[in-house]
Each structure stands twice: as structure tokens, then as C-alpha cells.
């Protein structure tokens, strides 16, 4: 396995600087900046169509921004010049809706992008998967298609095959919206174990219970904008934004 | 219980007007006629080997390739018209309304014979060469709208998934959105190379050796050589052998690909 290149000390994991994204008419995320520093873990909360999952998709360029800057590491993704598919394989992420390849294995989804990206051999490639299920406890699963597995099953699965890709950081839009209440926790309980030991992540989510207990730093965003951001324990129990304030009135 | 009655009562009726429309064919269709036409031993022994080993053959083997053919042009005119290049997309929709457009079997006379005069090109394999090609032509851009419709219906966090993870655009879409797209699309592809092993018969205008022949273009030899209707049935016949068989391979391979989703 290659180690993923040491963070740079003073260098963001993530840098945001200024974000704007339009869809057309629409403006969805109107002046964005943010910091994510390595092995930090950094939780957004916002109602919905506040632009959360638009930010977390300009980070890795699902979404092309209108304008503004994003650097990756130091680089700045948004150079034309850059080989973002490099870039993209150093950020896991990990969807609302699981997204495993339904036609593939267990085993073929988690190294069909290590073989193809990383150039990393069948064998190589085969023990970073059973390693990386073996974290999120599925190892059992190894030949099963996705069909057979449960909502939380297939969201570790997709976890694991974020992270067998090496990543230096990841991203999670929402990992357990589409989960029956009683599968959220084991979800949690995986993405915990990766917070401690020491990955960069950038999570959206409405577990504030997670985002309490886990993240370094909790951001509201309303209306395409950071309203509010600082420790998760002191913005959920004392938010100083009236909009924050309403909002969490409803979710807690 | 008073409906059960009146479904059974509509059903016997439905049996009644069945069991009628056999009776006044049977009756009233000239049956010493028809068998003196159409059911001569002798002349279906005659035919049958090379009907078989020639023809059917052959049919399955044209059909084989302008599927093929039809099918790689298909995805790439699917992928051009997918494209976010202007006039790519302008070249495809040119180019599938204008063999859909046109009658199949003009267009194997235009390739047979109107290519080599007007460009002086000929196509390898001769008359039948230039015949398929003209099917690959005609099937490819029957077979585009399908697999357009397929790439389509795969979701698109598909494709987010395997860009997230550094997948190049054509490795995405060869590796995770076309396999996934292929069984959308088997149903219509199906229904497609059944047309194909019909149109195969067209191919009679582009004119045929003894080798060349396929099922239709036989039978039409046949009949008139042996002054006897019979080769039509056994083409008919041979037909149907072909066609019911693989639409339910078809069916079983698309329940198995079913189940593995
Ligand atoms: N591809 C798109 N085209 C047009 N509008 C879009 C597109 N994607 C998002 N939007 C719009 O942008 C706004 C923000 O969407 P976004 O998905 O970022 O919100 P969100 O905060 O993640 O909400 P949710 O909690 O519901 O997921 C919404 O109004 C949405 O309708
Ligand atoms: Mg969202």
C-alpha cells in the first residue's frame, strides 16, 4: 500500500475562498469561505436547498463553480491546467444514496478505480479492498452484489471504497438520510472510527448528536451562505444567529 | 359470486367465437389445394439440406453481422448524440433521421448499386458486402435512440461515483454506465435483431449467388425451379424456428441479469 503523502504542515486540506455557484437564474451559493485543516473534521448543518451539497460537489468539481477559488492540498483545482482526475482520486466521497455499481461485486467496486487510477495490480488491489472492509466490518460481503445488502451495508461498502482509493480527506453528502433509523448507527459508528484516526473529513448531516461528539467545527449555512460557524457544542447550545437559532429549534 | 358468474360466462363466449373462427377455416379452406400447393414430400426433401446448410445459415450469419455492425454504430451515434459538442450531436440526429427515414431496402439498392457508380467504391464481399453494410447502416440508427434512451437511464450518480473516485470520462463511461445501460436497453435490442433476421430477406435486391442466398431469396428460387409453392412454408417455418427460440434465451438471460441487480 502507498502512504498517502503527508499533509504539509500550514497548508489547508481544503481552502474556500470566495465560492460563488449559479444554475442559471438561480444562485445557490453566494460568497463562500472556508478552511479545513488536516485531520480536522468539519460538519455542515443547513435547511435544505441552503447550497450544502453545491459546496461539498465544488470541492471536488462535480459542480464547476461560477466563480471564486478552491485549493486542494495547496493546488488550485480550478487551473484548467491540472490533471483532475489525479486530484479527485486523493478526495473520497461518500453519497446520500450509496452509489455502488449495481452491475459489480463487493469486490469489483472497491477495486475497479484502484486498477484503473491508481494502475495498482488485481492482488494489490484485492487485499487494500479486504483490509478496507474488514474496517467497516463487511468483510463477509466480499462477493455479494449490491442488491444484496441492507441500505447500511451498502453505505459502508461505499465507504470502503472511498477508502481504498487512499484518500487524503473525504467528503460525505448526507451518508445516513436514505437509512432506516436503526441502520444510521453502524454508519456512524464507521465514519467515528475514521474521524479518529485522524482523517480529514468534511461532513453534511443532520445528526447533530455526530456532529456534537465528533466534529472539530460545525457550519450553518442558510440561503447559498455561512451564517454561523465555531465549535459544534457551542453553536448547537448557544447559536448567536437568529436564523441559526430557528433552525435548530426544529431539528433538535 | 355474481361476478365470477358473468367473467366465466364472457370467457366461454370468448372460447365459442375461438372455437368458430377454427371451424369455418378448417371448412372452408380448400384443403387439396393447399396441400398439393404448399405440402409436396418430395419437393421439401429436395430443398431441405441446402435450405438448411445454405439459407438458414446464412441468415443467421447476416443477421449476426449486421447486429454486430449495427450495434457498435449504435453506440457511437449514441455517444455523439449525448455529446456536448454541437455538431456532433447535429451529425447524429442528421444521420438517424435519415436511415430510418428511408426505406431498408432502398437502402441496400443505393449500396449495391448506386455507391460504385457514382464514387467508384466497392465494397468488399460484392453485392451482399455492400447489402450488410447497408443493414449495419439501417440497424445502427434503429439501435442509437434505444441505447441513447438506455445511457440515459442510468442514474447519474453513476457516473458521479466514478468521477469522485479520478475515472476518466471514457473509462466511466465503458466500465460502469454503457454495462449498466445494455441491460435497459436488451428488450428493445432484442425486439431489433428479430426485425434484422426479417430484413436479412431484403437483401434479395442487391442480388445473390448460390452461396450467398439466404432463407427468402431460396425459397423464392425454389419455388419457381420446382414449379411448387411448398419452400415458402418450410421458410416460414424455418423463420419461426429461428425467432421463438431466441426471444426466450432472450427472456431467461434478461430474468438471470434481473436477479443480479
Ligand atoms: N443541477 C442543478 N440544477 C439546477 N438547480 C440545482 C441543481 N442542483 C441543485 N440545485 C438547486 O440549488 C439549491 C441548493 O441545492 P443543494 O442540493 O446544494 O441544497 P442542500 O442544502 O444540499 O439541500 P438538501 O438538504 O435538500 O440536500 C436548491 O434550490 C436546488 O434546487
Ligand atoms: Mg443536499
Given at each position: 500500500m ?15 475562498v470566495?465560492?460563488?455557484k ?9 460568497g463562500v469561505?472556508?478552511?479545513v485543516d ?17 459546496l461539498?460537489r465544488c470541492?471536488?468539481?462535480l ?6 477559488g ?7 483545482i480550478?487551473?484548467?491546467?491540472i ?5 479527485r ?8 444514496q450509496?452509489?455502488l455499481?449495481p ?5 469489483r467496486?472497491?477495486?475497479i478505480a484502484?486498477r484503473?487510477?491508481l494502475?495498482r495490480?488485481r492482488a ?5 479492498a ?6 467497516v466490518?463487511?468483510m463477509?460481503k466480499v ?12 453505505q ?7 477508502l ?7 467528503l460525505?453528502d448526507e ?9 444510521v448507527?453502524?454508519v ?5 472510527d475514521?474521524?479518529?484516526?485522524g ?6 448531516t443532520?445528526?447533530m448528536?455526530f456532529?456534537?461528539?465528533v466534529?472539530?467545527?460545525?457550519i450553518?449555512?442558510?440561503?447559498g451562505a455561512?451564517?454561523e460557524?465555531?465549535r459544534?457544542?457551542e453553536?448547537l447550545s ?6 441559526t437559532?430557528?433552525f ?5 | 359470486m ?5 367473467r366465466?360466462i364472457?370467457?366461454?363466449?370468448l372460447y ?5 373462427a377454427?371451424?369455418?377455416v378448417?371448412v372452408?379452406a ?8 404448399f405440402?409436396?414430400?418430395d419437393?421439401a426433401?429436395?430443398?431441405?439440406p ?6 438458414a ?5 447476416f443477421t449476426?453481422?449486421?447486429?454486430s ?5 449504435g453506440?457511437l451515434?449514441a455517444?455523439?448524440k449525448l455529446s456536448?459538442?454541437l455538431?456532433?450531436r ?8 435519415l436511415?430510418?427515414?428511408l426505406?431498408?431496402?432502398?437502402t441496400?439498392?443505393a449500396?449495391a ?6 464514387f ?12 450488410l453494410?447497408?443493414?449495419?447502416l439501417v ?18 450518480g453513476?457516473?458521479?461515483a ?11 463511461m465503458?466500465?460502469i454506465v454503457l454495462?449498466?445501460?445494455?441491460r ?12 434484422l433476421?426479417?430484413?436479412t ?10 452461396d450467398t442466398?439466404?432463407i427468402t431469396?431460396?425459397a423464392?428460387?425454389?419455388?419457381i ?11 416460414a ?9 431466441l ?7 434478461e430474468?438471470?441479469?434481473?436477479r443480479s441487480?
Amino acid at each position: 500500500m502507498t502512504a498517502a503523502p503527508a499533509p504539509v504542515a500550514g497548508i489547508p486540506a481544503i481552502e474556500v475562498v470566495a465560492l460563488h455557484k449559479s444554475f442559471g437564474e438561480l444562485e445557490v451559493l453566494k460568497g463562500v469561505d472556508l478552511t479545513v485543516d488536516p485531520g480536522q473534521v468539519v460538519c455542515v448543518i443547513g435547511p435544505s436547498g441552503s447550497g450544502k451539497s453545491t459546496l461539498l460537489r465544488c470541492v471536488n468539481r462535480l459542480e464547476e463553480p461560477t466563480s471564486g477559488g478552491i485549493r486542494v492540498e495547496g493546488i488550485d483545482i480550478l487551473d484548467p491546467e491540472i490533471d483532475l482526475d489525479r486530484i479527485r482520486a486523493r478526495i473520497g466521497m461518500v453519497f446520500q444514496q450509496f452509489n455502488l455499481f449495481p452491475h459489480l461485486s463487493v469486490l469489483r467496486n472497491l477495486t475497479i478505480a484502484q486498477r484503473r487510477v491508481l494502475g495498482r495490480s488485481r492482488a494489490e488491489a484485492a487485499e487494500v479492498a479486504r483490509h478496507n472492509l474488514e474496517r467497516v466490518g463487511l468483510m463477509d460481503k466480499v462477493d455479494a452484489y449490491p442488491a444484496h445488502l441492507s441500505g447500511g451495508q451498502q453505505q459502508r461498502v461505499a465507504i470502503a471504497r472511498a477508502l481504498s482509493m487512499d484518500p487524503d480527506m473525504m467528503l460525505f453528502d448526507e451518508p445516513t438520510s436514505a437509512l432506516d433509523p436503526e441502520l444510521v448507527g453502524d454508519v456512524l459508528d464507521v465514519m467515528r472510527d475514521l474521524a479518529r484516526s485522524g482523517m480529514t473529513m468534511m461532513v453534511v448531516t443532520h445528526e447533530m448528536g455526530f456532529a456534537r461528539e465528533v466534529g472539530d467545527e460545525l457550519i450553518f449555512m442558510d440561503g447559498g451562505a455561512i451564517v454561523e460557524s465555531g465549535r459544534p457544542r457551542e453553536v448547537l447550545s448557544d447559536p448567536q444567529h437568529a436564523r441559526t437559532q430557528a433552525f435548530l429549534s426544529k431539528v433538535l | 359470486m355474481r361476478r365470477t358468474t358473468q367473467r366465466r360466462i364472457r370467457q366461454g363466449v370468448l372460447y365459442l367465437v375461438f372455437a368458430a373462427a377454427v371451424v369455418v377455416v378448417a371448412v372452408s379452406a380448400d384443403w387439396e389445394r393447399l396441400k398439393t400447393n404448399f405440402l409436396q414430400v418430395d419437393v421439401a426433401r429436395d430443398q431441405l439440406p441446402e435450405m438448411i446448410t445454405i439459407a438458414a445459415k446464412n441468415t443467421v450469419l447476416f443477421t449476426i453481422i449486421a447486429f454486430s455492425g449495427g450495434l457498435v454504430l449504435g453506440v457511437l451515434l449514441a455517444l455523439m448524440k449525448l455529446s456536448t459538442v454541437l455538431p456532433y450531436r447535429w451529425l447524429a440526429v442528421a444521420y438517424i433521421e435519415l436511415f430510418r427515414g428511408l426505406p431498408a431496402l432502398l437502402t441496400i439498392f443505393a449500396m449495391a448499386y448506386v455507391l460504385p457508380i457514382a464514387f467508384q467504391v466497392h465494397v468488399p464481399g460484392g453485392t451482399v458486402g455492400a447489402g450488410l453494410l447497408a443493414l449495419i447502416l439501417v440497424a445502427g440508427a434503429y439501435m442509437a435512440e434505444s441505447i441513447r434512451a438506455g445511457i440515459q437511464g442510468v442514474p447519474k450518480g453513476q457516473a458521479e461515483a466514478a468521477r469522485s473516485l479520478g475515472m476518466p470520462a471514457g473509462r466511466t463511461m465503458v466500465s460502469i454506465v454503457l454495462p449498466q445501460a445494455f441491460r435497459i436497453v436488451i428488450p428493445p435490442l432484442t425486439n431489433e435483431f428479430v426485425l434484422l433476421i426479417k430484413d436479412t430477406s431484403l437483401l434479395f435486391i442487391a442480388g445473390s449467388t448460390l452461396d450467398t442466398k439466404e432463407i427468402t431469396t431460396f425459397a423464392r428460387d425454389g419455388v419457381i425451379n420446382s414449379n411448387n409453392s411448398t419452400p415458402l412454408l418450410m421458410a416460414a417455418m424455418l423463420y419461426l424456428l429461428i425467432t421463438i427460440p431466441l426471444t426466450r434465451l432472450v427472456a431467461v438471460l434478461e430474468r438471470r441479469l434481473g436477479r443480479s441487480r
